[in-house]
Structures are given as C-alpha cells and as structure tokens.
C-alpha cells in the first residue's frame, strides 16, 4: 500500500515562528503537493514539485515555500508564520501523468493541523 | 474556469438505501476523475479513480460513472451503512495540468 506520513498531527506556533511542515512518500512517486483546506474554501493546492528540486505554485503560494532535496520527501515552509495561516495543511503524491505509469491515482497523508496563535 | 461542483453539500439517508452523489464539472478535457472520502479531522481516503477513457469503475459497494460529454460523474452507494458517513469529494484532473481541482464535497449522514 501507498503512504504518504506527515511529521505532525497537531501543531501550535506562535505568529513570526518559522514553521516547517514535513511529507514523506514511499512510492517513489515523482509528483508531491502541499494543499490546505479550510471550511467552506475546500482544498486549495499551495505548491507542487514534479522533480526532485523542481517546484511550481499553486493557486495560494503567497507566504510559503517549499523545499525538494530528495525524490520521498516534499517540505513546506512559512517563514513567517502569521494567523490567517492557522488551517488544515494535506501533503499528496502520485505518479507523473507523463511517466512511465498512466495510473497517477494521488495519495493523501493524515494531515497536519496548524494553529497559529 | 475550470470548476468542479458537487451538490447537495449535505446529504442524510436511513440505513440501507442506495444513495448516489453528483460531481459536475465545466471542462469536458478531463484526463481522470478521483472519488475521495474523508473523515472529520482527517486526510482524505482515494475511493475510485476513472480515467478519461473509462465510463465507469466499481469497488465493492461503490460504483463511479463518467460522462464527459454532459461533465458528469455520480458515485453510487449501495445498501448504505452508518460507517459511509463522512464526506466525499470528488476531484478531477485536467489534460496538461499534474494538479487536481476539488469540488466542496457531500457530506453524507446514514441514520441507524
């Protein structure tokens, strides 16, 4: 079975904190994507990296960053963490639809609830 | 704009019935269409996925159908158990594009 971990369930932080936010996948999938979702907003992609040190944005980058060193692992960054980011953040991966497999079905991790106070 | 809607928003059945639940989308130049679940407070659970090609895909009690040319795609759940309540989203990926776009989900109650 596919999985996709994230570092946290749960975390708090305070506002200015630099927040790091952790995905692992053991696919060797080569797409990994930061969402997050909020209630009545739905998921909203962040940023997605389709390569290792490849990254493109997605519709809501503004106030992240992402980091891709290696092909398992896709880390979220808020450098400078600040209310209005307190939300549910969803890491997901899947194979290229361009790759060698035609079956991109994408997997999600548990989440990660951030609080920023 | 690509959109993806699903409706109702909530949506609550006895025990038992068959139920189905809608996804629309304004793109007919769909590459696949995923069927997710997602408990409260949790990640989402891949149910089904449909390639473009593809009219429809069954997993146990589940059947997903496509019809791309009416931008359609209905999950259907049979014999409903109170253990199907969460809610579902369905997502759909579009050709030239690795992402994918969330319709708002059904939130699905079964009544013991």
């Known amino acids: 079975d596919v999985k996709v971990t994230q570092s946290s369930r749960y975390l708090v932080k305070r506002t200015g904190e630099k927040v790091f936010l952790e995905c692992v996948q053991d696919m060797d999938h080569e797409n990994m994507f930061w969402y997050r979702q909020d209630p009545g907003l739905g998921l909203r992609l962040i940023y997605f990296s389709y390569d290792v040190k490849m990254k493109e944005k997605g519709d809501i980058p503004e106030g992240y960053s992402v980091s891709r060193e290696k092909k398992e692992r896709f880390s979220l960054i808020l450098e400078s963490a600040s209310t209005n980011q307190t939300s549910m953040y969803l890491c997901?991966?899947?194979?290229?639809?361009?790759?060698?497999?035609?079956?991109?079905?994408?997997?999600f991790g548990p989440g990660t609830r951030l609080t920023v106070l | 704009k690509q959109e993806v809607t699903q409706i109702p928003a909530a949506l609550s059945v006895p025990e038992g019935e068959n139920l189905v639940l809608n996804c629309s989308f304004t793109d007919s130049a769909i590459y696949n269409l995923q069927w997710f679940r997602q408990d409260p407070g949790k990640g989402l659970t891949s149910l089904l996925l449909?390639?473009?090609?593809?009219r429809e895909q069954t997993s146990g009690r589940l059947n997903a159908s496509l019809d791309k040319s009416s931008g359609r795609s209905t999950l259907y759940i049979a014999a409903s158990q109170p253990g199907d309540s969460a809610t579902y989203l369905c997502a759909v990926r579009y050709f030239g594009n690795e992402k994918l776009t969330f319709g708002t989900g059904t939130r699905l109650t079964i009544i013991p």
């Open positions: 449909i390639q473009s090609s593809q």
């Open positions: 997901a991966s899947s194979f290229s639809s361009g790759g060698v497999s035609s079956y991109n079905e994408q997997f």
